[in-house]
Structures are given as structure tokens and as C-alpha cells.
């Protein structure tokens, strides 16, 4: 079995307000995130996917449930944890720093500090180092951040929403050098997002979260090779199955989403009268929007 | 180079303040006061003296306060309140140990520019004793008490006394703007220090038995009638432990509101 680089167990953050229903931003989450692995961590926006990755950094306690990231809790070993990973978070800096500055001021930090990495990716990336922080573009801020976490030459790197924001090329030059540079190392990414396309072109593992629970966590080509669309056409076919995800009936039509044994499923079908119209494969966004069940609701391209 | 970053936001405030205190002296030394020209201060008394010893206590009073105020708004309460409190807490140190290197190395500026005033009122007041031809050779003779006072000694303790004045003021901004994870709390921060002035208002004048410290640790007893100052207040000692004591509960207190927080 794999070394576990994050491993949570029921973890759960609830925000109590004054004289207000108690929110659960996370509730009951259980994930693992395998050495080596780039987790795309996909939800909608208030999904949970920000305080599961604060808990992660310490920064917000658990109210309940355990986490931990390179084997240290967040809560008591926190120090441990943060000399091995990079966290980009929320992308805002001193303002009045310049990008020099901010490496200047980050190497003390990190005993793994490389500055030659620093330059490396100042130049590639094209930050304009010697402008302060608050002057920078939204894409250069991104940039900027991403250049220290990857200058601490951490082990685990963990980025929310990294590409939010960003133009197409900005966003294909910072996942070229976290699939290219940094994941190549055998080094491990979680990455959050909403953007699935992107998610499906980086990760090889996917979490999918919702109201705080994990609705699925998978290799991206297990879910790509089991998750089916099956239509059919019959009578009295069956509305629920361990491997059915949803089914609905329009018309005589039934439209099944199935999470594994499409062909066999099928074969059943056809073994009861019906008639099977196709089985296709799905990708990340179907499968998504039928998770979150959202799948009537949103045209699928919207988010592909 | 964490202590860069605290002088990197301060180092206006704190440039300032020098500059300040430059000109001050200036004024003193060479400009419209004239203190080089003797002629003009033949005659000081010891009463006159040990008066001004204790009103530029008094002075520094309000500058302190205000250089303090401002000081304690930075720190990690303003990165709270920026937005990079995230990024900051992300490095790999204990949250306290920001706290503290703010706290100390804020503490720092504001005793060595105290320091600074208190050095220039003592060698004002050197100049003065000696161009009077001071039979006490640098020492004031206060009216209730048996020997003289040496002005190092009483410059001293104005220093020690604006010192935790202007840690107390420090120490509660700074406490605000981590208790609202915002430099807006130096507002808070004004805000306590004028409720427990109006609180202490209210109690001298229905409750006149009860008295509550003041902020400012009182150095003199005074005459009732003049207001002079006659002797030393009683058991200086252990009020300055005291205070210091008050002073420390602020970052204290913004430390353990600081590990319990989320940010």
C-alpha cells in the first residue's frame, strides 16, 4: 500500500454564529492522498474545499476529526508540517513588498531553501520581482506565490484554486511547471478547484466535495473507465442497483449514470426486454454534476 | 529578517518620531530658547527644577501615548486584517513567536525614543543645574523629603515610568488588533484606553473612596496648595513590578487569543 502524504478521518468545521444556525463547511470528510499523486480536490464554490485545506495548514481547528499531512497532526505538530509543504492559500502578501523582498524575507523560514530555484522561476514565469506585491497583476501574484512554495522545496504542495482568475496562458504556464517540474520529482500536489477541465488535465487522482462531504475519491482513470451513461428503453426496469448512481425516466427512456459494470448492467437490461440505446463513457463534469446533483440544472458545457 | 518586516512597516512612524525629537532639542539647544545663553537661567531654584522635572513627565505623556498607539498597529494583527495573516501563519514558526518578536522589537523602538527624550531632558536639566551653580552638584533638594534627589535618579525613573505608560498603550493596540484581526483595532485600542478614563472620572466622583490607578504611574507627591512636587511617591518599587506586570497581560492575553483563533 502507498505511503499516505494526507490522510483525514470524519473530519468536520462547523462556524457558529450569534443567534445563527451553526454552518458545516466540512462535515465528516474522510480523504487520502497517496505520495506522489496530484489530487485535484473539486467542488463548488462553499463546497468546503478552502477550510478542509485551512485545517490542513492549521490555520482553522477541526471541530471534530482528525488530519494528517505527511504524518503530523496540523493541530500539535504543526511546525513539522509547514517546513515540508507548500501552501498557497489565499495569495495575498505584505503589499508593500517587493518580490525580492518577499524572497528575501521567506528563505529565513525554510531550511530547504533554494534561491537558485527562486531565479529559475522568477525568470520562466516573467514576475517582475523588483515591483511591490499590491502593484502586481492578479496573474503575477498567483505566479509569485506559486515561486515561494516552490522555493521552499517542500515534499507536498498544496494550492487552493490556483488558477482562478487567470488567463489561458498564465494558467498553461503554471501547470506546466507544477505537472513538468515539481510533480516529476515524485513529489505530491492536492490542488483544489472548480475548474474541472483543468483538474482532468493535471490530476491523476480526483476528490470530489459538497456540502462538506466527500462524494467521491478515485483515480481519474478508474472513474474515466467505470463511470458510464447507459439509455434504455423498456418496462419496469430497475430504479435502483448498487452500481446505479442515478436513474431518471422520461418517455419510456431511461438514462442511467452507472459507477462500474456498465456491460454487464447492460446485458441485465437487455435479459428483462429492454432495448439499450448506448452506453457511453463520461467525462470529469458529467460525472460531477451528476454527483453534486446538479446535472438538470446546469448545462453540462458550462463547466466543461 | 522577520524583525525587518515589523521596521519596514514602522520605520515611517518610527523616522518621524526621531526626527521629532531632533527638532525638539534643536529648539532647545540652539533655537528659540537659547539654553546655551546661561544669562537667561542665573537664578533656577530647586523648586523650579524638581517642577519641571515632573511637568516634562507630564509632556511626554501624550506623544508617547500617540507614538505607542500607532506602533501597536502593526504586527501580525494587521496582516490579520490584510489578508496575508494566512501567508504569514504559514511559515514555519509557532504563532507566538511572531507575536513576541513583534511585540519586543515595537517595545524596542518605543524605549529607545523615550530613552532618546529622557537623555535630552536630563542633559537640559544638567545644564540648567550647573549654570545656577547647583550647591547639590546635579541633585534636587525636594521640600519633604530629608536629602536630595540626584537628577539622574528622577530622570530615570520619568524614563521607567513613560516606558510602561507607553507599553501599556502599545500592549492594548496591539492586543486589539488581534482580538479584531484588524489594524482597525488601534481604534479599539483608543476606545479601552478612553472607557477606563471615563470609567475612573465616574468613580472619583461618586465613589471618591475608591480610587482607581492611574495610567500614568504618579513619579511625585505634590503639595495640595501649589501643586509642586514635595518628595518621592512611596514604594516606587513595587508599583513600577506592578505595572510592568499590567503591561505584559496585553501580549499575553493577544497570545492566547492568537493560538486559539482561526484564521
Redesign the interface.
Known amino acids: 500500500m502507498s505511503e499516505l502524504v494526507v490522510e483525514t478521518r470524519s473530519l468536520a468545521k462547523h462556524f457558529t454564529g450569534l443567534g445563527q444556525k451553526p454552518v458545516k463547511a466540512v462535515d465528516g470528510l474522510n480523504m487520502r492522498i497517496e505520495r506522489g499523486s496530484i489530487y485535484g480536490f473539486v467542488g463548488r464554490n462553499g463546497a468546503g474545499k478552502t477550510t478542509t485545506i ?1 485545517m490542513l ?5 477541526p471541530t471534530s476529526g482528525s488530519a494528517r499531512v505527511l504524518g503530523l497532526d496540523p493541530g500539535r505538530e ?2 513539522g508540517i ?2 515540508r509543504t507548500g ?1 498557497v ?9 517587493t518580490g525580492h ?1 518577499l524572497v ?7 531550511p530547504r531553501w533554494s534561491s537558485e530555484m527562486a531565479k529559475r522561476y522568477a525568470d520562466a514565469l516573467e514576475i517582475p520581482m523588483d515591483r511591490k506585491f499590491k502593484k502586481l497583476s492578479h496573474g503575477n501574484k498567483t505566479k509569485l ?1 506559486l515561486l515561494l512554495a516552490l522555493a521552499q522545496n517542500p515534499e507536498l504542495l498544496v494550492l487552493d484554486e490556483p488558477t482562478a482568475g487567470l488567463d489561458p496562458v498564465v494558467n498553461d504556464q503554471l501547470l506546466r511547471v507544477l505537472v513538468e517540474d515539481f510533480a516529476n520529482d515524485g513529489r505530491t500536489i492536492l490542488m483544489s478547484s472548480h475548474h474541472l477541465s483543468e483538474v482532468e488535465r493535471v490530476a491523476d487522482w480526483v476528490g470530489i466535495i459538497d456540502h462538506g462531504k466527500l462524494l467521491l475519491e478515485a483515480r481519474l482513470d478508474d472513474i474515466r473507465g467505470n463511470y458510464r451513461r447507459v439509455r434504455a428503453i423498456g418496462q419496469g426496469l430497475p430504479e435502483r442497483g448498487p452500481e446505479i448512481v442515478t436513474v431518471s425516466a422520461t418517455e419510456g427512456v431511461f438514462d442511467y449514470v452507472l459507477s462500474a459494470g456498465a456491460e454487464s448492467f447492460a446485458a441485465s437490461l437487455r435479459g428483462q426486454g429492454a432495448t439499450i440505446l448506448d452506453v457511453s463513457p463520461m467525462n470529469l463534469s458529467e460525472i460531477f454534476l451528476v454527483l453534486v446533483g446538479k446535472e438538470s440544472h446546469v448545462p453540462v458545457e458550462v463547466l466543461a | ?2 524583525l ?2 515589523y521596521w ?2 514602522s520605520r515611517i512612524v518610527f523616522c518621524v518620531s526621531m526626527l521629532c525629537v531632533v527638532l525638539f532639542a534643536w529648539l532647545v539647544f540652539k533655537g528659540v530658547w537659547h539654553i546655551d545663553d546661561s544669562s537667561h537661567f542665573d537664578r533656577p531654584d530647586q523648586a523650579a527644577i524638581a517642577k519641571m522635572l515632573m511637568i516634562s513627565l507630564y509632556l511626554q505623556v501624550p506623544v508617547s501615548a500617540f507614538l505607542a498607539w500607532v506602533m501597536g498597529s502593526f504586527g501580525v494583527g494587521r ?1 490579520l486584517g ?3 495573516g ?9 504563532r507566538r513567536w511572531f507575536l513576541w518578536h513583534d511585540w519586543g522589537f515595537g517595545f524596542l523602538q518605543l524605549v529607545w525614543a523615550i530613552a532618546l527624550v529622557n537623555v535630552l531632558i536630563g542633559y537640559l536639566v544638567h545644564r540648567l543645574v550647573g549654570a545656577g551653580g547647583n550647591p547639590f552638584s546635579g541633585s534636587v533638594m525636594l521640600r519633604d523629603m530629608a536629602s536630595p534627589v540626584p537628577v539622574a535618579e528622577i530622570i530615570g525613573l520619568n524614563f521607567l515610568i513613560i516606558v510602561l505608560f507607553a507599553g501599556l498603550i502599545f500592549g492594548v493596540t496591539y492586543f486589539s488588533t488581534i482580538a479584531m484581526k484588524h489594524a482597525r483595532g488601534v481604534m479599539l485600542g483608543a476606545g479601552i484606553i478612553l472607557g477606563y478614563l471615563i470609567l475612573a472620572a465616574v468613580v472619583h466622583h461618586y465613589w471618591p473612596a475608591i480610587e482607581l490607578p492611574d495610567l500614568v504611574m504618579r513619579a511625585f507627591q505634590t503639595s495640595p496648595v501649589s501643586r509642586d512636587p514635595v518628595s518621592l511617591s512611596n514604594q516606587l518599587g513595587i508599583s513600577l513590578v506592578m505595572r510592568a506586570a499590567v503591561m505584559l497581560l496585553f501580549p499575553v492575553a493577544a497570545q492566547l487569543i492568537l493560538e ?1 483563533s ?2
Open positions: 485551512r495548514a492549521g490555520l482553522n481547528t504543526r511546525m509547514l517546513e501552501f492559500i489565499d495569495r495575498t502578501m505584505m503589499p508593500y513588498m523582498e528575501r524575507f521567506n528563505r529565513g523560514f525554510f506565490s | 529578517m522577520y525587518w518586516k519596514r512597516e496582516d490584510e489578508g496575508s494566512s501567508y504569514l501563519l504559514t511559515r514555519p514558526r509557532p486559539r482561526d484564521i
